[in-house]
Nanobody
Framework: EVQVVESGGGLVQAGGSLTLSCTAS????????IGWFRQAPGKEREGVAC????????IYGDSVRGRFTISSAGAKNTVRLQMDSLEPTDTAVYYC???????????????WGQGTQVTVSA
């Protein structure tokens, strides 16, 4: 059974940092792009970051580029999202996603986690 499970959400003040983790199981990690989407109340779902496990290449959403860093610990089937300089507009539910092949914002992402809440206070 394919699973992606998030952890690490919480409450942080503006300017602070949080690290989210996603642990994947049930598929060959190196064959997949694994990343994060987020959705805030009343807003459309937004691509945050994705890393292609095969070569470590990453893509980022425009609103987080330069503040967030995605990394892969392949031996542990884990992807981490380091979020720095957080802003209240980063408040959202963050979902870990996985898709066969390299990362692309055009992908449908077949596998989704349950989501973890990130709240940034002003």
């Amino acid at each position: 059974e394919v699973q992606v499970v998030e952890s690490g959400g919480g409450l942080v003040q503006a300017g602070g940092s949080l690290t989210l983790s996603c642990t994947a199981s049930g598929f060959t990690f190196d064959d997949y792009g694994i990343g994060w989407f987020r959705q805030a109340p009343g807003k459309e779902r937004e691509g945050v970051a994705c890393i292609s496990s095969s070569d470590g290449s990453a893509i980022y959403g425009d609103s987080v580029r330069g503040r967030f860093t995605i990394s892969s610990a392949g031996a542990k089937n884990t992807v981490r999202l380091q979020m720095d300089s957080l802003e209240p507009t980063d408040t959202a539910v963050y979902y870990c996603v996985a898709e066969y092949g390299p990362c692309s914002w055009d992908s449908t992402y077949d596998y989704w986690g349950q989501g973890t809440q990130v709240t940034v206070s002003a």
